[in-house]
Every structure is written in C-alpha cells, then in structure tokens.
C-alpha cells in the first residue's frame, strides 16, 4: 500500500449528502478480482451519459478539476453496501483523499486499508471548502496526515482527528496484511510452542 502523508492539490466540490457505495461504484462493475482498473467506473451512473459519452456537467467531468487528488463531499458519504471496491474506484481514479462531515463505518475502513484518507470535519468547515472550490476551482487544499491539519491558499486551516493505529499505518504505508507479516517471527514461535505443548 503507498504511504500517505501529504497531499496537495485541486479539490472536486461533490456537494451531495448520502452517496452511496452503489454510486461510487455500481454493481455490473465488480466482477474483476484485481484491485485495479476501477477508475473508469466511479461514479458510472452520474459520469456518462445514455449513449455512453461523458456528462459534461458532472464535476469530476470538468476540465478544471482535472487530476485534483481530493474529493470534497456531504453527510455520510459511503453508505450502503460494504463493497471494498467504492475505495478502490476512488484510489485508482487518483483520488488520495475525501474530506465529507462523516462517513459509513465501513466505507471509512476500507479506505484506511486502501491508503485512501478519509478526514472529518465540521459542515461549516466542509462548506467554505466546497464553496471555495465551486467559486474558485484551481484552489489549492492541502491534507497533511502528520500535522493532522487541512489547510488551503486562501488562509483556511482545519485540524482534523484520525485514530493513532490508523494514522501511524497509513504513514507507513501498512495495511493489515502487512502488519501481520510484521509479527511473523513472533507466530511462528507462537505455533511452534504450541505444537510442543501438544
């Protein structure tokens, strides 16, 4: 998984509340086993058209938010189905980080797991961003995971929580595979003490 430390760029303004895992990235699309090659498909259904071609009205559409590495959003963004995919879509589009006022439980995790960060912050917070990013779509936003701060080039500077476990993997670039391999000395002499006992 790539580290994550800190990320600076344009913003995409997603201004809506409630998206769901089936929006991020919807259903016909998760037959692959990869992690990959779901960026094409973020947002499908809001993306393109009926006859296949891009919605030029759609945000992530725009040519000024082109390559912006992070997606602004509402209220419980992530909600629904527990797909690990949403995460993946995100990622492989080259979003690196969603600040929204909460997320879903589980959406929130597998980000975590994806080397996606996931920031909190208060609505007001979130809405002079949005705003600033709606008015003004070259803004700059910077996520910087070891100062735990957002801040942009307008002057806004927001301090955000992250869980310490989450913070410190996520800055080492370990998911929980990797954690585990780091103890594998240790289960080894675990199995090996057990199988001595028996």
């Known amino acids: 998984m790539k580290p994550f430390r800190t990320v600076t760029g344009a913003a995409v303004p997603l201004d809506r509340v409630d998206v769901d895992t089936d929006q991020i990235i919807p259903k016909q699309f998760l037959k692959r086993i990869e992690k990959t090659g779901y960026g094409d498909f973020l947002f499908f259904d809001w993306r393109y058209l009926a006859d296949g071609s891009p919605d030029p009205e759609f945000v992530l559409n725009r040519p000024e938010y082109g390559g912006a590495p992070i997606l602004l959003a509402g209220r419980n963004f992530g909600c629904g189905s527990s797909r690990e995919h949403a995460a993946w879509a995100l990622e492989n589009f080259g979003i690196r980080a969603v600040i929204a006022p909460s997320f879903a439980d589980i ?8 080397g996606l960060l996931p920031v909190t912050l208060p609505d007001t917070e979130l809405r002079t961003l949005m705003d600033r990013a709606l008015a003004h779509p070259g803004t700059k936003v910077t996520v910087d995971l070891e100062r735990c701060l ?24 370990l998911d929980d595979i990797d954690l585990t391999l780091k103890e594998l000395d240790r289960i080894r002499a675990f199995e090996e003490a057990r199988e001595q006992i028996a």
């Open 107 to 114: 959406f929130e995790s597998n980000c975590y797991q994806n």
């Open 150 to 173: 957002v801040t942009d080039d307008r002057g806004l500077e927001s301090p955000f929580e992250v869980d310490p476990f989450r913070r410190d993997s996520l800055l080492q670039g």
